[in-house]
Every structure is written in structure tokens, then in C-alpha cells.
């Protein structure tokens, strides 16, 4: 296997070895190796032109498109700093990031404008604004004016495979996201490896529908891909009544879709040429009866995965049988430079089938949290990664995630962190205290769910849910939103908050809960301050 240092050298490669075959699909338009290294050189020349080098930290607040990509390569290869931002930001979430980051320059599109405009005052650190739209001036540019100012040949980019390459925002147990940074090793060692432990070749396609500003998505999919020379067909988003369309007509071969997307999928009609297609492997951890449903109805083998924004090298399931050790997420690929323990309370390495807490040490591991000392020194300790996840090693060394040690959602593959979206919920001058917890959900793998106390004084009528909703979309991402509300006279009495919310989790799905998706139109009566069950779903 060649050995990268950064994806700069990465992408050489393949322009070297295949610079005629294919390499990125969007839409009805396509890019040969050499071609989207061309487009990376145009993005890299711009970037020269518009900001030093020493300023190039460049925000992406984009959907799944061609420039995103380019753009990752270009501020790798500009010696830069890219900075991908969820797409479902509020206004007060993206002046967060931007300004938390120090983003020079932010790429976009104009849909994502109106917001923008709400923010840039407050960000002076924030130079230029590139739209892939026409511009509108004003220090917003069009992307064909960005290209157009592009200078001649940049100057060279010494960039060190140790240098940071990104900073990536993950939601943080403690209310603010945490910015991880990740040096260029980190981005050219992980895919490669996940690529050829996955058995990709230069025959293979992957069709990318998560988005981009997640590593699956990039680092896991895209550039894992372009590694091995395969063709990465890139979608917007994931459609249900497309999936099956795209996958016939580009011939791809594997795709990464976590949890939530094969049970979309198995609720699908069933139709006689389900196993008929292509596709013959997709990532995703999956309960066991849920894994070997997929495997027999679409024929494909399911290879169950496990990784972390903050090390991006992957655990993954055996491929040449993905029914062994059922529930586990595998082995730790590159097990030479890759290792895991799991760990007590006291540090203490613990033997088979012994719960704790999964920790890692490999050369992708992050370089810290970006102006977080307390965090990076928490989470880091003798170059050892604390993932804040519970789980146990078989004594064939099959890692079996069980829970998160951390106070965390996971709704359809992105984190929550309960402190923020209990920070929104008590700024309002009704709410007295709140406590937000997950529940299970078939599809979503978990939801949100916030126990809510109101003001002295104040009843449901005061704040029906329809408000208390609206007032949290205007302040949080929509998938941070709380599905359930309850409203309470009092949250329990426990000795600690972890107690609280155990028994709150617990609760689950309790009759008397507003469910958002459900509550289309207005109750017939509004919640009662009880907690009594009662029949309300």
C-alpha cells in the first residue's frame, strides 16, 4: 500500500497512475482524475490570491456538491484549514462557529445567505463570503469572480504531513461544540487504510449520500475511494425513492448508511429485484435482527463499523463473514499502528467481556480541541484517546460497543449534547428548569426528549408546545429539536442530576407526552401539568 502523508500526495498519485479515469460523478456532469485535480488548482490559486497563507482558514457551509470537495483539497493543498459547519446551523450557532474558529473566508451558497447576513457584523474576523452563486458584492463573491481573481502559480506549499489540516466541530457533552483538529497524516493514512480493508479497488464505486461535512461522508467514503483510484458518485442527500435508481445507474458497488437509512429502506414495498443491483457491501452497525434482514433481502453483505471524529482510523466487521461475532463493530484495522483497550474507572486495563470505557491510540488520533486545554487534556492522556464510550473486547479482540459513558443523543447519526439543548430551553422566561434525555426510536435510533418545568405561576396555555418548539428552531440545528415534551410540576428528586435523567430515560415513551411530529394540528386540549400517565399519543 502506498504510504500518504497528506491527501495532496494522495491525489498526485492517482492523477499519475490514471489520469484519464474516472473519478467524481454529480448529477449529469463528471471529472476524470486529472480533471478535478485541475478544478483543485483553480480553488488553491484563488484561495492564494485572496488570503495568506498563514490566514487561510477556510469555513464550508455547503450541501453535497463537486466544490466542496475541491475546495478540501485546495486548502489542504494552500497549506489552509478547512472548516466544515453542519448545514442546519441557526443564526446563533454559525456566529459561534465562525467566530470560535477564526474563519477568514466562507464558502456557500445563497441559500444559506439570509443567515449569513444575520451573523457578519458580529464576525469582523470574517473577510470574504464565496457563494457558488452569482455575487452580490458587499464582500460576497460569485464563485466564477473567485475563480476569475486567481493570480498565477501560488507559491509553493510546504505542508508538513503534521500539520493541522481541519478543524471539524463535534457537539460537545458540555453545551458548546468542540472543535477537533486533525493534522494532514490524519486525513491520508485513516482512508487509505479503511479503503483496502474494505477490499475497495479502482473498479469500485461509492455512492455518497451523508453529507460531506461529517467524516463518514469525506474521509470515509470520498477520499477513501479516490485512495484506490474508484469513482465517488456524489448526491446531495439520500432519497428513499432514489436510492435503488442511483445505485443501477452507476453500477456502485458499496456505500456507508449507518442506521438510520437501512430501516428506511427495509420499510420500503418489497419489489422481486431487491437483490438484483450492483451493490454487493454497505457500512452500517445494525442490531443483529436488522443486519440479517438487510444481508437476505438485498443481497448485499452489511460490515458493521465503529469511529470517531477525533481518530479517524475505523474499526470494522470481518469481511469475509459479516455474520461472525453478530453485534460487534470488529477489529481495529492497521492493528500495527492502531490499538484499543478498555479501561476502568481507575485507568486499569479490563479483561474479556469486562465493561469500560473504550480508549485509542493510533496516528490519526486528533491534535486536541481547538482552544479547549481543559477538554483536549481530558480527553487525551499519555497520547491514549477517551472516547467516553462504554463497551467490551471479546477475547478474540471483537469490540462491542454497549453505551456512551458521555451525557449524549445520537439521532440518526448526529450527536446532541442535552446541555445545549437544555441551555435553549431554560432561556426562555417561562421555563423554570428543564431536562433533556434521549429515547429509543426505531428509525432514528434515538430521539429527543425534554421534561419541562414552568415558571410560577405559568401554565401549558401560557406556552403551549407549538411555541416552546418555534422558540427552539429559531436557536437550534432542526435535528437538535426536541421531539417530545412533557410538562411537569416538578422534574424527580434524585440525590445527583446523572440519577435524574437515568430515570427520565428510563420513562421512554410515558402516555402524556407531546409528540411534535405527530401534533400537526393543534390539541383538542392542551397538556395538563400531571405526571400521572396519561393516554396523549
Known amino acids: 500500500m502506498t504510504a500518504y502523508g497528506t491527501i495532496r500526495e494522495l491525489l498526485s498519485d492517482q492523477v499519475d497512475k490514471r489520469p484519464d479515469a474516472l473519478c467524481l460523478v454529480h448529477g449529469d456532469r463528471s471529472w476524470s482524475y486529472a480533471a478535478f485535480a485541475?478544478?483543485?488548482?483553480?480553488?488553491?490559486?484563488?484561495?492564494?490570491?485572496?488570503?495568506?497563507?498563514?490566514?487561510?482558514?477556510?469555513?464550508?457551509?455547503?450541501?453535497?456538491?463537486?466544490?466542496?470537495?475541491?475546495?478540501?483539497?485546495?486548502?489542504?493543498?494552500?497549506?489552509?484549514?478547512?472548516?466544515?459547519?453542519?448545514?442546519?446551523?441557526?443564526?446563533?450557532?454559525?456566529?459561534?462557529?465562525?467566530?470560535?474558529?477564526?474563519?477568514?473566508?466562507?464558502?456557500?451558497?445563497?441559500?444559506?445567505?439570509?443567515?449569513?447576513?444575520?451573523?457578519r457584523g458580529d464576525c469582523p474576523g470574517l473577510e470574504h463570503v464565496v457563494t457558488l452563486d452569482a455575487g452580490s458584492g458587499n464582500g460576497v463573491m460569485g464563485w466564477d469572480e473567485f475563480i476569475g481573481a486567481a493570480g498565477g502559480e501560488p507559491e509553493p506549499a510546504d505542508v508538513s504531513a503534521e500539520d493541522p489540516a481541519s478543524i471539524i466541530y463535534t457537539s460537545g457533552t458540555t453545551d458548546r461544540p468542540k472543535g477537533v483538529m486533525l493534522k494532514h497524516y490524519a486525513f491520508a493514512l485513516a482512508p487509505s487504510h479503511r479503503a483496502r480493508a474494505l477490499g475497495w479497488t479502482e473498479g469500485d464505486?461509492?455512492?455518497?449520500?451523508?453529507?460531506?461535512?461529517?467524516?463518514?461522508?469525506?474521509?470515509?467514503?470520498?477520499?477513501?475511494?479516490?485512495?484506490?483510484?474508484?469513482?465517488?458518485?456524489?448526491?446531495?442527500?439520500?432519497?428513499?425513492?432514489?436510492?435503488?435508481?442511483?445505485?443501477?445507474?452507476?453500477?456502485?458497488?458499496t456505500s456507508s448508511i449507518m442506521q438510520t437509512i437501512p430501516r428506511i429502506l427495509l420499510n420500503l414495498p418489497r419489489n422481486p429485484a431487491d437483490a438484483d443491483t450492483s451493490l454487493r457491501q454497505v457500512m452500517a452497525l445494525l442490531p443483529p435482527e436488522v443486519h440479517l434482514e438487510f444481508e437476505r433481502r438485498?443481497?448485499?453483505?452489511?460490515?458493521?463499523?465503529?469511529?470517531?471524529?477525533?481518530?479517524?482510523?475505523?474499526?470494522?466487521?470481518?469481511?469475509?463473514?459479516?455474520?461472525?461475532?453478530?453485534?460487534?463493530?470488529?477489529?481495529?484495522?492497521?492493528?500495527?499502528?492502531?490499538?484499543?483497550?478498555?479501561?476502568?474507572?481507575?485507568?486499569?486495563?479490563?479483561?474479556?467481556?469486562?465493561?469500560?470505557?473504550?480508549?485509542?491510540?493510533?496516528?490519526?488520533?486528533?491534535?486536541?480541541?481547538?482552544?479547549?486545554?481543559?477538554?483536549t487534556a481530558a480527553a487525551l492522556r499519555d497520547g491514549w484517546l477517551h472516547t467516553g464510550d462504554l463497551g467490551y473486547l471479546d477475547e478474540d479482540g471483537f469490540l462491542y460497543f454497549v453505551d456512551r459513558k458521555k451525557d449524549m443523543i445520537k439521532r440518526s447519526g448526529e450527536n446532541i449534547a442535552p446541555a445545549e439543548v437544555e441551555r435553549v430551553l431554560t432561556s426562555h422566561p417561562l421555563v423554570a428548569e428543564c431536562a433533556v434525555v434521549a429515547v429509543a426510536d426505531p428509525i432514528r435510533q434515538e430521539e429527543v426528549k425534554a421534561s419541562v418545568v414552568l415558571a410560577d405561576g405559568a401554565s401549558p396555555e401560557d406556552l403551549p408546545p407549538e411555541q416552546l418548539w418555534a422558540f427552539c428552531a429559531e436557536r437550534l440545528a432542526s435535528f437538535k429539536v426536541p421531539r417530545y415534551l412533557d410538562y411537569r410540576r416538578e422534574l424527580p428528586k434524585t440525590p445527583?442530576?446523572?440519577?435524574?435523567?437515568?430515570?427520565?430515560?428510563?420513562?421512554?415513551?410515558?402516555?402524556?407526552?407531546?409528540?411534535?411530529?405527530?401534533?400537526?394540528?393543534?390539541?383538542?386540549?392542551?397538556?395538563?401539568?400531571?405526571?400521572?400517565?396519561?393516554?396523549?399519543?
Not at 79 to 95: C, N, S
Not at 314 to 341: M, Q, T, Y
Request: one cysteine or more; glycine letters at 8%; proline letters at 6%.
Open 38 to 119: 485541475g478544478e483543485v488548482e483553480k480553488v488553491a490559486r484563488a484561495l492564494a490570491a485572496l488570503l495568506p497563507r498563514a490566514g487561510r482558514k477556510v469555513a464550508l457551509l455547503l450541501p453535497n456538491c463537486p466544490e466542496f470537495l475541491w475546495t478540501v483539497f485546495a486548502v489542504a493543498r494552500a497549506g489552509g484549514v478547512f472548516v466544515p459547519l453542519h448545514t442546519a446551523q441557526t443564526a446563533g450557532e454559525l456566529k459561534y462557529l465562525l467566530a470560535h474558529s477564526e474563519a477568514r473566508c466562507l464558502m456557500t451558497t445563497g441559500a444559506f445567505m439570509p443567515v449569513i447576513e444575520k451573523v
Open 205 to 253: 464505486r461509492v455512492l455518497v449520500v451523508m453529507p460531506l461535512f461529517h467524516v463518514n461522508a469525506l474521509c470515509h467514503m470520498s477520499i477513501a475511494m479516490m485512495s484506490v483510484g474508484g469513482v465517488v458518485v456524489l448526491k446531495e442527500r439520500f432519497s428513499a425513492s432514489r436510492f435503488w435508481d442511483d445505485v443501477k445507474t452507476h453500477g456502485v458497488t
Open 298 to 375: 438485498f443481497g448485499v453483505t452489511a460490515i458493521p463499523s465503529y469511529s470517531l471524529t477525533e481518530d479517524l482510523l475505523s474499526v470494522l466487521g470481518p469481511l469475509e463473514d459479516s455474520r461472525r461475532k453478530l453485534g460487534s463493530c470488529g477489529v481495529a484495522i492497521a492493528p500495527e499502528v492502531h490499538r484499543l483497550r478498555i479501561c476502568n474507572e481507575e485507568g486499569e486495563n479490563c479483561g474479556p467481556g469486562e465493561l469500560g470505557e473504550i480508549v485509542k491510540w493510533s496516528p490519526a488520533v486528533m491534535m486536541g480541541y481547538y482552544k479547549n486545554p481543559e477538554a
Open 496 to 537: 445527583s442530576s446523572k440519577v435524574q435523567k437515568n430515570l427520565l430515560r428510563e420513562e421512554g415513551l410515558t402516555s402524556g407526552l407531546v409528540d411534535r411530529q405527530e401534533l400537526r394540528q393543534p390539541p383538542r386540549r392542551g397538556p395538563r401539568l400531571d405526571n400521572e400517565a396519561r393516554s396523549g399519543r
